[in-house]
């Protein structure tokens, strides 16, 4: 098990070498000149070459690679255009702010999804199963920003239950995120959005574990946990979910990976300050360090989730291994 | 008695409706007999075992019928107190024990599971019961700690009987228990469940298709047709003087690996949709002897003697035992056998010529493995064989599963690219051939799959399927047509109009390898490889297919290699046999001579593991030690040596083999003493902790008078470091020992 772990971080260290490469091929030899998007005013050549200088890409192109890492390696991103600051902050405080509505909503709507997914194939062919597994089919098919506006619209605009955007109410003062985030304007806030996303992704998790369940539950080895005198409970947790539970978590780990690009419709409709929209508003005013981070980083945590998700793997499932 | 079954019935609610899975079966075992339940696929057998535990399937539902254990009827208890008594009492080896095992989880703990759920016991005695289970069933210790996909299908089973056995239960039932396992492990299971009745005087319940197993192992036997126990008896009797024909059909289609047989027999037709089952007697669709009655009135169960037999005509049964034998009997057609018998074997030609072919398979070695340029490992599928095929020769290719029968067969086709060596088809190296003239190979060569229920695409219509080889050559439609009606009706799909719209899913096995069997032979090819082709059928439908591969190298003259793990079905319709061994033919030959006194050792393992369908006959057992070895790392001078029950010194016995030995005799003490241990080859290197020197005579003690000492090339000893030096013996190559008939092996 240590030697897969070691052996799967070495794989990850590789495959951040390899995106950071790319990315900086991308944008180097992507886009001829830089200075083009720096400054859109004509410059004189002799500005030109002290701006150059000054960003170092007078020097060669290994060289400028090596400053490229040891910069990211870091935490130096250089300077939004946009923003006119250093990227770097930018980037982690607009992830945390997706990450605090998408994680919560990602684990509330598995956490449920897997043990009623199972008690639905457990109660096969009942009322209830019938009803809630049509209702679930409903709910995944309807697009969540057109869900999201519905919502608002009741809670926010026509109960007035909670406010219709944003993360706190404008304006305020937090030192840290840690402040920003606890605190009853927050939660506030957070309830809408977060009930939506997590009714949301609620569906996947039920309907896949209702039917992995129900196939496991055919196999053999259910047959013979029977005959062994196991009682319905040990087989149900022990043995079937047990088996069942293995694509769910597949499911999980590529339904995280997808956090920020999936989280953009719910940003924009709720107007979250997330990394989603962060991405959209970069692309739009061409802010290329920007862009250059968000990328960095989301590869970066898409890249951990699966080693995390991997090694969960390889634990629950004997029947992996990374040889 | 133990358990009484009492006119059992059950059903199962499908869409369409109810079918009666079992009707009014009944029977009965005392303590420490084994019955066996025996019959074609889609006959009740299994429906039966689960009822008596309760473990049928949700649609399933018992009607009516008492099963009485211990004077207890089972079907009234509530789940609570059947638990008490499954397992503890009754345990099962359910079919299909391949995947009875719960993948995520140890075979030692869910032995220990079984267990535990039953017994107040401390968890440390269950453990060692564990243990004492899989050394009663063979298993090695540090299996306990594998998962089940680390195992092969023996192993595997071998946890579940290890898992049956856990309580010392008064009954087990046994399904299909050794079902898709090759001989020589069937053998060793089944030797096993007669230890266990011996010694433990349990009762067992045998369910299988293999009449020959129940020959062998049965004291009683029922036999079960559409739902129904038709015949039910002591095997001696029922073996000896049958009644119902369904009885005597079934004994026929079961070849006797002692006899020449010069008919190949089956039971024409499929057992009765018992969605709809007949109003009479349910073999009267099938039955050569039937009357009007038989049609109208289902024949109660009579008793004759010991015997019990529900058949109308049970009185005629003197006569229908003579006729039984004969094929037309059975409305089957002159057979093919004879052309396969004597054949000039000077006029004929070589169509196919495999020189020293090899085939490995690298094993995957990672991201990292790859930019550390580690060597690739490799698998060696087929490690140098050579073969010659004649013409309209129908060439048996036999072998435990893993021996690379199947890979050789493919090879043989270019289906998969060779590693080394090459194949000459009609004197043309057909590497070339496919470079330059790929239809014109692929024309004249087909091949036939195992499994009849993937070989097939669902989508297509039988129609399609057949007429598929046809539209690649570009034959005219008009022509196509005729000619896959032609095909359809050579193969006995007849009329064939009835076919031509059907998709496979509405078809049986036996018609779904009917119509693999015209989609190979529509082009007539002068070469087909059949791999496994009955291996997933039932025994009453067998033998119409290999009579099929029989017609069509008389009609056809195409020489057919039969790839099979079944040697009594090779001897039926081969000329010739090879034997194959991890990747190596052992030993090749006309079939009658192999058969009849095999030369080598493997050989004589394969053959005196086939049962026979006697049960006065009683066969001696020649165990082959302990299962295949890894086909990675082979073990050197002849491959079979670690196996073998008569090797000796001359026979290649390497570092691993002195390895293991010495493991064994010195158990765990060993690895205290020693540093680092290298095995490769002839060479073994033992690096003491400390004090080499008696070391090394605590290890020449243990080898003193064993074959070791004899094959001990030489022993040194510097600083700490022990090396013993084995002679280096060659692999044995094949040897004429008489004409066409060659093995490999020092001592033949």
């Known amino acids: 098990m240590k030697k897969f772990i070691v052996r799967r971080l070495i794989h990850m260290i590789i495959t951040f070498f390899t995106i950071l490469t790319m990315l900086f091929l991308l944008f180097r030899l992507g886009l001829p000149d830089p200075m083009i998007i720096y400054i859109r005013e004509g410059l004189g050549p002799e500005e030109r070459a002290i701006l150059m200088r000054r960003f170092g890409l007078d020097k060669p192109l290994h ?176 043995h079937a979910a047990r088996n069942a539970m293995l694509p769910l978590i597949t499911q999980f780990a590529i339904s995280t990976g997808l956090i920020v690009g999936g989280a953009v419709a719910v940003e924009v409709v709720f107007s979250w300050p997330g990394l989603g929209r962060e991405i959209s508003t970069a692309l739009k005013y061409l802010d290329y360090p920007l862009i250059q981070g968000t990328f960095m980083f989301m590869a970066l945590m898409i890249m951990i989730l699966n080693f995390i998700v991997d090694v969960l793997y390889s634990y629950l499932d004997p029947r992996i291994s990374y040889e | 008695m133990l358990l009484e079954v009492q006119d059992l019935s059950v059903e199962y609610i499908v869409r369409e409706g109810v079918v009666k899975a079992v009707d009014g079966a009944s029977f009965e075992i005392d303590r420490g007999e084994i019955l066996g339940i025996v019959g074609e696929s889609g006959c009740g057998k299994s429906t039966v075992a689960k009822t008596i535990v309760r473990v049928l399937p949700e649609n399933g539902r018992v009607i009516k019928g008492r099963v009485l254990f211990n004077g207890v009827d089972l079907m009234k208890l509530s789940e609570l107190e059947l638990n008490k008594i499954r397992w503890r009492k009754i345990s099962m080896i359910p079919q299909n024990a391949m995947n009875a095992l719960d993948p995520v989880y140890r075979v030692g703990d869910q032995v220990l599971e079984a267990i535990l759920s039953h017994e107040k016991m401390s968890v440390i005695d269950a453990r060692k019961r564990v243990v004492e289970l899989f050394e009663l069933v063979g298993l090695e210790r540090k299996r306990l700690e594998s998962f089940p996909h680390q195992l092969s299908g023996g192993q595997r089973q071998r946890v579940v009987i290890a898992m049956a056995l856990a309580l010392n239960p008064e009954l087990i039932i046994a399904d299909e228990p050794t079902t898709g396992l090759d001989v020589v492990t069937q053998d060793s299971i089944l030797h096993q469940i007669e230890i266990l009745r011996n010694e433990f005087s349990m009762s067992v319940i045998l369910i299988t298709h293999d009449v020959a197993l129940v020959a062998e192992a049965c004291d009683k036997v029922a036999v079960m047709y559409g739902g129904k126990i038709v015949e039910y008896g002591p095997t001696h009797r029922i073996f000896k003087e049958p009644y119902h024909p369904y009885t005597l059909g079934l004994k026929n289609a079961f070849p006797d690996i002692r006899e020449k047989r010069l008919k190949l027999m089956f039971i024409p037709g499929s057992p009765p949709n018992l969605l709809n089952p007949p109003l009479g007697c349910p073999f009267a669709e099938r039955c050569p002897f039937v009357i009007e009655l038989c049609k109208l009135e289902e024949p109660p169960l009579r008793e004759i003697g010991d015997m019990k037999v529900k058949c109308h ?64 490992k490799y698998i060696r599928a087929v490690d140098g064989v050579s073969l010659e095929l004649m013409d309209g020769e129908i060439l048996g290719l036999a072998g435990e599963s893993g021996a690379g029968k199947t890979t050789l067969g493919e090879l043989c086709l270019l289906l998969q690219p060779l590693s080394e060596g090459a194949i000459f088809f009609n004197g043309k190296d057909i590497f070339e051939m496919m470079r330059h003239d790929m239809k014109g190979f692929r024309e004249k060569s087909h091949m036939v799959f195992q499994n009849p229920y993937e070989a097939l695409n669902p989508r297509f219509k039988v129609f399609d399927i057949v007429s598929e080889p046809l539209k690649i050559f570009k034959v005219r439609e008009e022509e196509t047509i005729n000619r896959v009606k032609e095909a359809l009706r050579w193969v006995g799909l007849t009329p064939p109009e009835n076919y031509l719209s059907r998709y496979p899913h509405q078809l049986s096995g036996g018609e779904r390898q009917r119509v693999a069997v015209a989609r190979s032979l529509i082009l007539k090819p002068r070469l087909l490889i059949a791999d496994e082709p009955v291996s997933m059928l039932d025994v009453s439908v067998r033998a119409g297919i290999l009579e099929l591969l029989m017609k069509a190298r008389a009609e056809f003259g195409t020489a057919i290699i039969y790839i099979s793990h079944d040697i009594s079905t090779i001897k039926d319709i081969c000329d010739r046999v090879a034997i194959m061994y991890l990747g190596r033919i052992v030993e090749v030959g006309p079939t009658d001579k192999v058969v009849r006194s095999p030369k080598h050792p493997y050989t004589r393992v394969l053959i005196s593991a086939i049962p026979v369908p006697d049960p006065e006959f009683k066969r001696r057992r020649v165990i082959g030690v302990g299962e295949i070895p890894d086909p990675i790392d082979l073990p050197c001078g002849c491959r079979f040596h670690p196996r073998c029950p008569s090797a000796s010194r001359l026979c290649g016995w390497d570092s691993r083999d002195l390895l293991n030995f010495i493991m064994r005799k010195c158990g765990d003490e060993l690895l205290k003493k020693v540093k680092r241990i290298r095995a490769g080859g002839y060479s073994l290197k033992i690096v003491a902790k400390e004090n080499a020197k008696s070391l090394l005579r605590e290890f020449l003690d243990i080898i003193s008078g064993t074959i070791f000492e004899d094959v001990l090339a030489n022993v040194s000893i510097v600083d700490n470091i022990i090396q013993f030096t084995l002679f280096d013996v060659k692999e044995p190559e094949l040897k004429e020992v008489e004409e066409g008939w060659y093995v490999a092996c020092h001592y033949a």
């Open chain 2, 313 to 376: 005509r049970w009185y005629m049964a003197d006569e229908f035992r003579v006729k039984a034998k004969e094929e037309l009997t059975w409305g089957i057609r002159k057979l093919y056998t004879e052309a396969t018998m004597v054949r000039e074997k000077s006029s004929r030609k070589p169509v196919l010529e495999v020189k020293n072919v090899k085939k490995f398979f690298p094993i995957k070695r990672g991201l990292l493995g790859a930019l550390l340029w580690k060597p690739y």
């Open chain 1, 63 to 238: 060289e400028q690679y090596f400053l490229y890492v040891v910069n990211f390696l870091t935490g130096e991103m250089g300077i939004s255009f946009y923003y006119k600051s250093s990227v770097f902050p930018i980037v982690i405080e607009k992830f945390l702010n997706t990450l605090i509505l998408m994680l919560p909503a990602l684990v509330t709507a598995y956490t449920l999804g897997g043990p009623i997914g199972a008690f639905l194939a457990w109660r096969r062919g009942r009322k209830f199963e019938k009803v809630t597994t049509i209702l679930a089919v409903i709910n995944y098919s309807a697009p969540l920003f057109w869900i999201s506006l519905i919502a608002i619209f009741i809670f926010a605009i026509w109960l007035r239950w909670v406010p219709a955007g944003g993360m706190r109410t404008m304006p305020y003062e937090a030192a840290n995120f840690f402040e920003k985030v606890m605190n009853l304007d927050f939660v506030h806030h957070f309830i809408l959005p977060f009930s939506v996303l997590s009714l949301s992704y609620l569906a996947i998790p039920m309907l896949l574990m209702r039917n992995t369940m129900l196939e496991v539950l055919g196999s053999d080895f259910i047959e013979l946990a029977r005959a062994k005198g196991l009682n319905e409970r040990v087989i149900l947790y022990r």
